[in-house]
């Protein structure tokens, strides 16, 4: 795993009241906007060339992202 990467898994829990980098990501359209993965996490797996729907283990029924691959 990106070193980039498993700093944003170790940080998701520290997040801010507002998630201004998830909130980036969103208005870019990496992740839809009822996104629940944490904004660092986001941006990490995006700048590390990853899709960060195709490996997410929340629930797509309250996020309405991308189906894995």
Known sequence: MDKQVQNAV???GN???TDHL????I???Y????CTLNGGL???LMNSGEDPC???NMDR???GGRAKR
């Open 10 to 12: 170790k940080e998701a």
């Open 15 to 17: 997040g801010t009241k």
């Open 22 to 25: 998830l909130e980036m990501a």
């Open 27 to 29: 208005m870019q359209g």
């Open 31 to 34: 992740v839809p906007k009822t």
């Open 42 to 44: 986001v941006m990490a």
């Open 54 to 56: 195709y490996g997410c």
């Open 61 to 63: 029924i309250k996020c």
